[in-house]
């Protein structure tokens, strides 16, 4: 349980150890009642379509109690009336889901994914180029710190080779969380984001040493856009049209049915014909959408809009 000490509660005691009337600083308990998680939880859900189940109680109540620090509010009911007036894009729901949202992720997660992926983008490029058409959109549609938008980069740019200047690939990473998108914009990464299949000598390509850190190059960051988007906005979502490859890999997690279904729906009106759908390792579509052809490959299956 999550203390803060509060101005208000220095009690004045009178302890026989001390000097009459010492002023002794104690702390009050910060803590979410059930009831209070369940109003909180609800108002998270309905903006967020994240989902807490009643075993995260205490995930939320460490995570929001430093949130109340901050603003020195002395109980979540003081938080609760807070953000009850406020809208889903006002910057305190922008804090809670900086504070709710799991970031996890590293450059070249789920290999046999990415070799099924290289593959596919082959196999479009030559289809494209047979109709005169340049053009190939990628979305990273919860890209967290960038690591899965700038393996795609990379990806693109080894497959393109020199006919990359001919082409418009677009890659977008999108996600709720905008301090995980300014770690994507800034680029700059620890060895933790290192323990995918990432080459030693692709590391030593695409990034630029900087102390302990590395940073992607600018030829690979000048391929990718990053921008804030809330899955739970279906016109978010519709303002994505005619995606030929969607990364929606271990963000459907945090969602419940309901939520996975309506996101599913809307994608799948995004993708072009003969776009594919990407699930993290663990995944699957399995009772949420029947819409896609699931196609198969060595250690990796993948959705097909036909
Ligand atoms: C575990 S990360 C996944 C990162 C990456 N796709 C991967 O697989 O390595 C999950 C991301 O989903 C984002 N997220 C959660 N709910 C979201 C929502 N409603 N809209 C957009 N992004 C969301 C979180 O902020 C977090 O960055």
Redesign the pocket.
């Known amino acids: 349980m999550l203390s803060i000490a509060l101005a208000n509660t220095a009690t004045k005691v009178t302890n026989p150890g001390l000097p009459a009337m010492t002023t002794v600083s104690t702390t009050l308990p910060l803590s979410l009642s059930l009831d209070q998680f369940r109003d909180l939880r609800d108002i998270i859900y309905e903006k ?3 989902f807490f189940a009643e075993n995260k109680l205490y995930l939320l109540e460490n995570r929001l109690g430093r949130r109340l620090k901050e603003l020195q509010l002395p109980s979540f009911g003081d938080y609760i009336d807070h953000i009850r007036n406020q809208h889903g894009a006002s910057s305190e729901f922008h804090q809670i ?1 900086n504070a709710v ?6 450059f070249f ?1 789920f290999q046999a994914q990415l070799e099924v992926f290289k593959k596919l983008f082959a196999d479009l490029t030559k289809q494209r180029l047979a109709q005169g058409n340049r053009s190939i959109d990628i979305w ?6 960038g ?2 938008l700038y393996t795609l980069a990379i990806i693109v740019n080894e497959l393109l080779g020199p006919a990359a200047p001919n082409w418009k690939i677009q890659l977008l990473g ?4 905008h301090r ?1 998108l300014k770690r994507a914009k800034d680029a700059t990464y620890s060895k933790n984001s290192f323990r995918g299949s990432m080459t030693e000598a692709q590391k030593q390509h695409y990034f630029v040493e900087e102390g302990n850190l590395f940073r992607v190059n600018n030829k690979i960051r000048d391929m990718v856009q990053f921008r804030y ?4 906005e279906v016109s978010a979502i519709r303002s994505m049209a005619n995606v030929d490859f969607i ?5 459907m997690i ?2 419940d049915d309901e939520m996975k279904k309506r996101v599913m729906r809307s994608m799948y009106g995004m993708l072009n014909h003969g776009g594919y759908f990407f699930l ?1 390792e663990a995944e699957s579509l399995h009772g949420i959408s029947s819409s896609f052809k699931v196609e198969h490959f060595s250690g990796a299956f993948v959705y097909k809009k036909e």
Do not use: K, P, Q
């Open positions: 967020s379509g994240i889901y949202t799991i970031n996890e992720t590293f997660r990273s549609a919860a890209s967290s710190s690591e899965e999108t996600d709720i969380s995980a988007l809330n899955l739970n990364f929606c890999r271990n963000v945090y969602f993290g």
